[in-house]
């Protein structure tokens, strides 16, 4: 099946730094969204992006969709060790299915 | 709100016997529900999309015989695997999308583990 390249694909901190990560596509994309999940648990939608050159956040998560469609990144502000877990791109591309396709994930870990 | 539920949330069965598990929008309707395939280390993977009330659209590779899928009301999806085999081992995970909007909310998944 098709996936998003994401990278990078997995990072090591130190708690209190910033984190950034970015998903390209060979397809153009109406939504861009970017999900954590946890091991053994469904991912949870951290932000959502509808328009081309949007930047959104939510507290230190702030994500934008690429101007092409074609990319998006997130970053995370001042990384705690609640912020471990895996962190999916995934896009969409409207219309009548609404299929996601998510991106290959990084792998965050924090140290305290 | 917006909860999605699956059940069970783990099971171990013998090669060879059919496994059910249920997806359930909890505080909503959902129109489309979504069976993603996860296997460990790796990415969710989109098996299907079901409609209520209409056959499922599988994705390419994805057996249809294999992995019934049946949407039967607005609050409730089945995949069951037939005939499962050690390689159906896997993490299995629904998602619901609201008749309202675009988001598509997951369920906590279940694990499949196949002797």
């Known amino acids: 099946g098709q996936q998003l390249n994401q990278s990078p694909q997995s990072m090591f901190i130190q708690e209190g730094e910033d984190v950034s990560m970015n998903c390209t596509s060979s397809?153009?994309?109406?939504?861009w969204l970017w999900y954590k999940q946890d091991p053994g648990e469904g991912p949870v939608l951290l932000i959502a992006?509808?328009?081309?050159?949007e930047l959104t956040s939510n507290g230190r998560l702030t994500a934008q969709f690429g101007i092409t469609r074609k990319d998006s990144f997130l970053n995370i502000s001042a990384s705690i060790p609640s912020d471990v877990g895996i962190y999916f791109c995934?896009?969409?591309?409207?219309?009548?299915?609404?299929?996601?396709?998510f991106g290959t994930g990084t792998l965050l870990a924090v140290q305290p | 709100g917006a909860v999605v539920s699956q059940h069970p949330s783990w099971v171990i069965c013998k090669s060879g016997t059919s496994v059910k598990i249920e997806c359930r929008s909890l505080d909503f309707q959902a129109t489309t529900m979504f069976w993603y395939r996860q296997f460990p280390k790796q990415s969710l993977m989109l098996m299907a999309t079901?409609?209520?009330?209409?056959?499922?659209?599988?994705e390419q590779g994805v057996e249809k015989d294999k992995f019934l899928i049946n949407h039967a009301s607005l609050t409730l999806s089945t995949l069951t695997v037939t005939s499962a085999h050690p390689e159906d081992s896997s993490f299995y995970i629904c998602s619901a999308k609201s008749m309202v909007g675009y988001e598509q909310y997951f369920g906590p998944g279940t694990r499949l583990t196949v002797t």
């Open positions: 079901s409609n209520e009330g209409s056959k499922a659209t599988y």
């Open positions: 995934a896009g969409q591309y409207g219309g009548a299915t609404n299929k996601l396709i």
């Open positions: 397809s153009i994309f109406n939504t």
């Open positions: 992006l509808y328009k081309a050159g």
